[in-house]
């Protein structure tokens, strides 16, 4: 009834009442239910023109476009048209649906259609242009070089949204075009940490294989450290060679380095698969000596459901074979809790057994007596074959274990009494000779255990020890042979083979007994058991048709066993990647990627290198070359550079790798977060790149600052433009010659030029003063843009590159202007300041930040930014600025009144406060539709400034200015005073 309502519902011609039956529709298919019959209804409304509507059915449609294909297409004119329409949701939408109509005779028209939204200005139609890629592909996969082309260029977009599922399709179509990563790598590696999640996991898969096939192993230098104790007795010569050789065979490659510096914060991740893909790559291509890192954010996941804790044990249970150490300290966190289902219990007691040690053993022992109790039967049984491996592993507590195994004997269980007579068969092969008395008491019990496993493992430990219980052994024979057709087909074997055995070593007593057990075997039901009787008798009764093997039967009978070796079942899993499925099922899935061996011989890194942008060559310093035509060619670059804004500002991330690989040799331990998180690590690298500069330019300058006063070496910088163009070149040498140059900057550079440019170069002193400021102010504006390595221009700042004062000194221009331009501010502060508690405003939060940029309500106004946020479950209303209380003469600018904010909503606004020159707190009444709030804003007397660019002269102008207000000051004063 339910879907006949939606049929004739969707007949309607309003879009309102269509809307419901859809999202009815669609909620029907996230519940598993199957909605197909009502596919020719649904698609009428395809080429419906409300925006809801469409967005319906095209979720309808990519559900079940595959089953309903004749219908779908003959929609396909409409998602044609859909794929131009002005909304990215629609466009996207159309694209799925199209991608998912596997017919082969739309293959071109998806191609098309793929080739356009590749191109698309939405990353989000980008994004599912890479999810078409791989469906197309395993439509029609003669489509590959043509899709391998598209892959190449999404690859080099840099949206964050679109990098993890361009890397899922290159995944599917071309894992093995590694030439494709080459440019994009470090970029990708920038990227990283914003990426969403899923897009994560694909590329860090993607990277781990990358590296092994690009970078030397870092697991050599580790091995060298190893080896140091056995050079020990070489010479001091010998000694040396190695230590040289070592050195030579492994330098890190700095690209190597970016990878593993960039995935470490993801360490942190919530995301429990980009936690596991992170640790897998730390394990596959970090040194030694730094995987250790990996083990706590691991553990962290046990904490997780059922399904996370699995695959995180079997992985952790894979390392700690090989890295005890590495777990050894979180030996708590596996121990097993009784809520927990059998499949993690066992997997904790395999990490258990791997991180035993004489230390820690006999806490083990104790959490393992406890586990036997336990009502699981197949945890317990479990239990005993772990103390029986802690037993092989440790020879200090073999007897512990295996008096700890012979009084389980007299457990009322009877599976743990069964599983410990296997155990303890295993560990007697080891030394048989000092366990008689154990032999002898698992022989009495025969008669109560009916475990088909027990009762043959006890029967082959007599047989093999049958000359050392002499007794006892043709006695059990005896009754063996009673209960032989009743037994199941292992102990029936293992009846066969103590009787062919005995018979060998005592024929006196058991010939009879064997020769019957035999007739039994022979007219048994299984076949096995007639083949083993044929052959024992033929071996061991000589007749006219034995062969030569009979002499030999009781050295083929009664030879000596190798002793079981009992290994941890995840021994051999390391040769699968880890977090695969193929890890997980201990055998290579479809589709697995396996990772390749480390290259003896690094390839040539320089194929990761991007190319630099020419417009950025265009400020190196020529001082000479541009004195030449000063005017022409200052002004026709400012032209060029401001066509050129949208190309360089494109490549700003670009520049974010390149700077991460020169600054490797250096202090680079942070550098690549801040590549990867931009704005929000903008003013942390401006400050420690500040620091930087500033720490070269005052090493270069010490030893003359030492030997001569300040004037004398102002009066050498004055005597040549080359030594500065020198100079300057040295500092860009020295942050790295790989930069782009933002037009913004460069412009507006160029203004204050122009203001300053017009000065006599008679003042060599003050001029070379300035210069050095300049210089100064220059690492502070290089530091803020993205990379922490960059070179002169890197954001819209005032102040001039070195490069470019060596080559203005000489310019001869006018001395008249006293032009003051308002400039960029050089940082501005993240932080935000509480102007109303939750708790004070009754669910209504607010904090307010200076933003540091021109008030738009009035010159001399401070611009204020406010975020209200609704921290309530229920609509808040009417958001506005009340009663103010302002001192005399300030003034605002509040905002407009806020209709609604909804629950959990967020919203900022701006307003303007003139303040007056002065710190005075500004009081007004935040209002609600219900309530009013008291709150104040006080400004810090730095958010008073404005920053400007002037020339020398002007400032020494204003400056005087200043001087004489302060004269005149005194004597108001005074006069107040009298």
């Known amino acids: 009834k339910k879907k006949e309502n939606c049929k004739m519902l969707l007949k309607e011609v309003k879009d309102d009442t269509r809307i419901d039956p859809l999202r009815e529709i669609v909620g029907m298919i996230a519940k598993g239910k199957n909605a197909s019959e009502l596919f020719p209804a649904v698609v009428k409304n395809v080429a419906s023109k409300n925006i809801e509507i469409k967005k319906l059915v095209y979720v309808y449609l990519v559900r079940y476009a595959e089953e309903q294909q004749d219908l779908a297409l003959l929609s396909i004119s409409t998602f044609q048209r859909a794929l131009k329409d002005p909304n990215q949701l629609i466009r996207a939408s159309a694209l799925r649906v199209l991608s998912s ?6 293959v071109p028209i998806m191609m098309l259609a793929i080739k356009e939204a590749s191109a698309d200005l939405s990353p989000y139609v980008r994004k599912n242009a890479a999810h078409a890629i791989q469906k197309l592909y395993s439509l029609d996969p003669e489509q590959k070089e043509m899709l391998i082309e598209i892959i190449e260029k999404l690859l080099k977009d840099k949206s964050t949204l679109v990098a993890g599922s361009v890397v899922m399709a290159f995944e599917e179509v071309c894992p093995d075009r590694i030439d494709l990563i080459h440019k994009n790598y470090r970029k990708l590696c920038n990227l990283l940490v914003d990426v969403e999640e899923w897009g994560q996991v694909v590329i860090i898969h993607m990277l781990t294989r990358y590296a092994r096939t690009q970078f030397v192993s870092p697991w050599k230098e580790d091995d060298g450290l190893e080896d140091n104790e056995k050079d020990f007795y070489d010479s001091d010569e010998e000694q040396k060679e190695k230590s040289d050789k070592r ?7 700095p690209d190597h380095r970016l990878l593993i510096r960039n995935t470490k914060p993801l360490l942190q991740s919530r995301n429990a698969a980009v936690v596991m893909a992170v640790a897998q790559l730390y394990w596959h291509i970090a040194p030694k000596s730094e995987v250790g890192i990996i083990s706590k954010p691991l553990v962290r996941l046990l904490r997780s459901n059922r399904e996370v804790q699995y695959i995180v044990l079997q992985n952790i249970a894979t390392m700690s074979i090989q890295r005890k150490g590495m777990f050894e300290p979180y030996l708590k966190s596996f121990y097993v809790r009784s809520t927990d289902p059998t499949m993690i219990k066992i997997l904790k007691l395999e990490i258990l057994t791997n991180l035993a040690n004489e230390a820690n053993i006999s806490t083990l022992l104790r959490e393992f007596q406890t586990y036997v109790k336990s009502q699981d039967k197949q945890f317990a049984a479990a239990t005993i074959q772990t103390i029986g491996r802690c037993a092989t592993n440790i020879s200090e507590v073999t007897d512990t274990c295996l008096n700890g195994l012979v009084c389980l004997l007299s457990n009322r269980d009877e599976i743990v009494v069964a599983e410990s007579v296997v155990v303890i068969k295993k560990l007697l092969q080891m030394q048989p000779i000092q366990h008689g008395e154990i032999i002898k008491h698992m022989a009495k019990l025969l008669d109560s255990i009916t475990v088909p496993v027990a009762r043959a493992s006890i029967l082959w430990l007599i047989g093999e020890n049958c000359e050392r219980v002499p007794i006892i052994a043709p006695d059990v024979l005896r009754k063996m042979a009673k209960s032989f057709t ?33 007739n039994l075997g022979k007219y048994d039901q299984n076949y096995d058991i007639r083949d083993r009787t044929r052959f024992i008798r033929q071996l061991i009764v000589p007749n006219e048709k034995s062969g030569a093997l009979s002499k030999y039967a009781k050295k083929i009978f009664l030879a000596q066993k190798p002793a079981p070796l009992l290994e941890s079942p995840f021994k051999d899993r390391d040769h699968f990647q880890l977090g695969t499925l193929s890890h997980t099922l201990n055998t290579k899935a479809t589709g697995y990627l396996e990772l390749s061996n480390w290259p003896e011989v690094a390839p040539d890194p320089s194929v990761r290198n991007v190319e630099v942008i020419e417009l950025a060559k265009e400020w190196t310093p020529a001082g000479k070359a541009k004195k030449e035509k000063p005017d022409k060619k200052f002004y026709s670059e400012s032209e060029e550079e401001e066509d050129s804004s949208e190309s360089s500002s494109d490549s700003e991330s670009e520049s974010g790798s390149e700077s991460g690989e020169q600054d490797e040799e250096g202090d680079s331990s942070e550098d690549s977060s801040e590549d990867s998180s931009e704005h929000q690590s903008e003013s942390g690298s401006e400050s420690e790149a500040e620091n930087k500069r500033a720490g070269q330019k005052s090493s270069r300058t010490k030893g003359k600052r030492d030997s001569e006063d300040v004037d004398k070496e102002n009066e050498n910088s004055k005597t040549s433009d080359s030594s500065d163009a020198e100079s300057s070149s040295i500092e860009g040498s020295s942050s790295g010659s790989e930069s782009e140059s933002v037009s913004e900057s460069e412009s507006e550079s160029r203004k204050v030029t122009k203001e300053k440019g017009k000065k006599p170069k008679q003042d060599g002193n003050p001029l070379t003063k300035d210069v050095s400021l300049l210089d100064l102010d220059d690492s502070d504006n290089n530091h803020a843009s993205v990379n922490p390595v960059s070179t002169p221009v890197a954001l819209p700042v005032p102040a001039l590159s070195p490069s470019l004062i060596a080559d203005l000194e000489g310019l001869n221009l006018s001395a008249s202007s006293s032009v003051i331009s308002v400039s960029t501010p050089v940082f501005v502060p993240m932080t935000t300041h509480v102007l109303l508690h939750r708790m004070s405003g009754k669910g209504l939060a607010a904090h307010y930040s200076f933003p540091r940029q021109p008030c738009i ?18 609509k808040i209303e009417n958001i506005h600025i009340g009663e103010k209380k302002l001192p005399m003469g300030m003034q605002m600018h509040v905002f407009n009144p806020i209709g609604s904010l909804e629950p959990g909503g967020s919203i900022t606004v701006s307003m303007g406060i003139d303040f007056c020159d002065s710190t005075q707190t500004a009081s007004f009444q935040l209002c609600t539709k219900d309530d009013c709030f008291s709150v104040n804003i006080q400004p810090p007397v730095g958010e008073l400034l404005l920053p400007v660019a002037m020339s020398e002269k002007d400032f020494k102008k204003e400056q005087a200015c200043l001087s004489a207000l302060h004269l005149l000051s005194k004597p108001r004063k005074a006069n107040r005073n009298e």
């Open 857 to 874: 309500f009035g010159d001399k106004m401070v611009s204020v930014q406010i975020t209200l946020n609704n921290t309530t479950d229920r």
């Open 101 to 106: 109509i596997r017919v082969p005779i739309i």
């Open 247 to 253: 050195k030579k065979a492994y330098t890190m490659d």
């Open 486 to 518: 009743s037994e199941d087909d292992l102990v029936k074997l293992q009846i066969l083979n103590l009787g062919a055995k005995l018979y060998l070593t005592n024929s006196r007593q058991t010939k009879l007994l064997t020769q019957y057990i035999l």
